[in-house]
């Protein structure tokens, strides 16, 4: 399948055609009448009336196009794909299916099977610019430094550890860590969930009985999903959800 083609490109075309046919097929058309009414004014004059007919019957056609290429720039479809970087609105003939470059900022928009996917801010641990990346995203590049940028994408997909450290997410969304199911190790479940939640034994023993249970309300995705890597290291099985009813 071939690329969508973008409407203002087609749009483009079809004007220029409509342009170079109409404008000379006027001038051929008022001609002829002017030349029509020199006729009929002084008929004497013998070519003129030859040219008078051979421009009238150039100039009509010549419109006739000319209109119905206007006509037909109307009608192009127009798909829009709005740019999750700069908000700038992109039209396409057909729906674009894949990855398109954002006329406006120069950004591929990614797309998957014609949805354009949302995109995330990250900023360059080391200018501090601010970059995005999309669910599709592995690695970064920073814009303005050229240096990468570590990424985590999804909970199977983690960026390197060490670097890490360089990203800086503007992640305001807020998380809860539920436990679902505590594992059969039961001794190394306790001593993870004691640590990590500050509580006595009989506490955390409570807890585990009573699953699914909200261990952490509210905290940052980097901690719940750190707690829940601990908790999948004993076995156990929890889940990060974000905290729409408790926002910070
Ligand atoms: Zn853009
Ligand atoms: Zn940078």
Same mark, same amino acid.
């Given at each position: 399948?071939?690329?969508?083609?973008?409407?203002?490109?087609?749009?483009?075309?079809?004007?220029?055609?409509?342009?170079?046919?109409?404008?000379?097929?006027?001038?051929?058309?008022?001609?002829?009448?002017?030349?029509?009414?020199?006729?009929?004014?002084?008929?004497?004059?013998?070519? /003129?009336?030859?040219?008078?007919?051979?421009?009238?019957?150039?100039?009509?056609?010549?419109?006739? !196009?000319?209109?119905?290429?206007?006509?037909?720039?109307?009608?192009?479809?127009?798909?829009?794909?709005?740019?999750?970087?700069?908000?700038?609105?992109?039209?396409?003939?057909?729906?674009?299916?894949?990855?398109?470059?954002?006329?406006?900022?120069?950004?591929?928009?990614?797309?998957?099977?014609?949805?354009?996917?949302?995109?995330?801010?990250?900023?360059?641990?080391?200018?501090?610019?601010?970059?995005? !990346?999309?669910?599709?995203?592995?690695?970064?590049?920073?814009?303005?430094?050229?240096?990468?940028?570590?990424?985590?994408?999804?909970? +199977?997909?983690?960026?390197?550890?060490?670097?890490?450290?360089?990203?800086?997410?503007? +992640? /305001?969304?807020?998380?809860?860590?539920?436990?679902?199911?505590?594992?059969?190790?039961?001794?190394?479940?306790?001593?993870?969930?004691?640590?990590?939640?500050?509580?006595?034994?009989?506490?955390?023993?409570?807890?585990? +009985?009573?699953?699914?249970?909200?261990?952490?309300?509210?905290?940052?995705?980097?901690?719940?999903?750190?707690?829940?890597?601990?908790?999948?290291?004993?076995?156990?099985?929890?889940?990060?959800?974000?905290?729409?009813?408790?926002?910070?």
């Amino acid at each position: 399948m071939a690329g969508s083609e973008r409407s203002s490109n087609l749009r483009e075309e079809f004007a220029l055609r409509a342009f170079i046919s109409i404008v000379p097929g006027v001038i051929a058309l008022a001609v002829s009448i002017v030349l029509f009414v020199y006729n009929t004014r002084y008929s004497d004059a013998g070519y /003129t009336v030859g040219l008078q007919w051979v421009l009238l019957v150039l100039s009509v056609p010549a419109i006739w !196009y000319g209109v119905s290429q206007l006509v037909q720039m109307r009608k192009i479809a127009s798909f829009d794909v709005k740019c999750p970087f700069c908000q700038a609105s992109n039209r396409f003939t057909t729906q674009p299916m894949h990855d398109v470059r954002c006329d406006r900022c120069n950004r591929d928009i990614p797309i998957v099977d014609g949805r354009t996917l949302r995109v995330f801010e990250v900023r360059c641990g080391f200018c501090s610019t601010l970059n995005w !990346y999309s669910e599709k995203s592995t690695g970064l590049i920073c814009e303005e430094c050229d240096r990468e940028i570590p990424i985590s994408v999804s909970d +199977d997909r983690e960026a390197s550890p060490a670097m890490h450290a360089y990203a800086r997410h503007d +992640d /305001t969304e807020r998380y809860n860590l539920v436990l679902l199911d505590p594992g059969p190790k039961r001794e190394e479940i306790i001593a993870v969930l004691q640590k990590m939640l500050a509580l006595n034994r009989n506490q955390v023993k409570e807890i585990m +009985d009573d699953v699914p249970m909200t261990l952490l309300h509210g905290v940052p995705k980097k901690k719940a999903e750190l707690m829940s890597s601990e908790i999948a290291a004993c076995g156990g099985r929890s889940e990060v959800t974000p905290a729409t009813s408790i926002r910070a």
